[in-house]
C-alpha cells in the first residue's frame, strides 16, 4: 500500500501534464495545436531515452556492488524533485526555450522515475509476489490519473488560472518522507 501511494505521488506530475499541458499551451501560450504537439511531444521522447538510460544506469551500478535499494530510492528522491521543479518552471516560463527544456527534463524525470517505481515493487517483493504487488501499487498509484485531472479542472474553474492547478502537481510530486529514509 505504501508503494502505491509513492506511485500516486510518482504519477500525479506525468497525468497533470498529461491532461493539462495542451490546453495550457493553447490558451495561457498562444500555441497553435501544430506547436503545442511538437512541444509536449519533447517530453514523451525524453521520457522514452531516459527510462532506457536511467534503467542501464540503475542496474550497472547496482552490478557494480552499489545497494540497488539505495540506488532506486536516490533516483526517486531525485526524479520527484526534478519533476516539481519542472512544472514549476512550466508554469512560470514565457521563453520557447527554456519551455522546451522544462518538457525535456519533466520527461526525464518521469522515464527514471517510473521505471524505478516498478523495479522497487519487484526487488521487494520477490518473483512469488512480484505480480501481485506491482499490479496493487499500479491500481493505487493510477487513481492519481483519475482524481488529478478532475481536481485540476475544478481548480482552474474556481479560479480562473492554470497556477493552482500546477502548484498543487508540484507540490504533490515532492518526495514523501517514507520515501527520502534510508534503506
Not at 27 to 46: C, D, H, N, P, W
Request: aromatic content about 12%; some cysteine.
Amino acid at each position: 500500500w505504501a508503494m502505491g501511494i509513492g506511485h500516486i505521488t510518482n504519477t500525479y506530475g506525468f497525468y497533470f501534464l498529461l491532461a493539462w499541458l495542451p490546453l495550457f499551451l493553447v490558451q495561457k501560450r498562444g500555441f497553435s495545436i501544430e506547436e503545442m504537439s511538437y512541444y509536449a511531444t519533447l517530453s514523451y521522447v525524453a521520457q522514452a531515452a531516459s527510462a532506457l538510460a536511467m534503467g542501464w544506469m540503475s542496474d550497472h551500478w547496482t552490478r557494480g556492488g552499489r545497494s540497488e535499494a539505495a540506488i532506486r530510492r536516490a533516483m526517486l528522491v531525485v526524479c520527484h524533485v526534478l519533476l516539481a521543479l519542472c512544472i514549476v518552471g512550466i508554469l512560470v516560463t514565457g521563453d520557447r526555450g527554456w519551455l522546451a527544456l522544462w518538457l525535456v527534463l519533466a520527461g526525464i524525470a518521469n522515464g527514471a522515475g517510473a521505471l524505478n517505481m516498478y523495479a522497487i515493487a519487484q526487488m521487494f517483493a520477490g518473483p512469488r509476489a512480484s505480480g501481485t504487488w506491482v499490479g496493487v501499487q499500479n491500481g493505487v498509484g493510477n487513481i492519481s490519473g483519475i482524481v488529478g485531472p478532475v481536481v485540476t479542472g475544478m481548480i482552474i474553474d474556481w479560479t480562473g488560472s492554470y497556477a493552482g492547478g500546477f502548484w498543487l502537481a508540484a507540490a504533490v510530486a515532492v518526495p514523501p518522507l517514507a520515501e527520502t529514509s534510508p534503506p
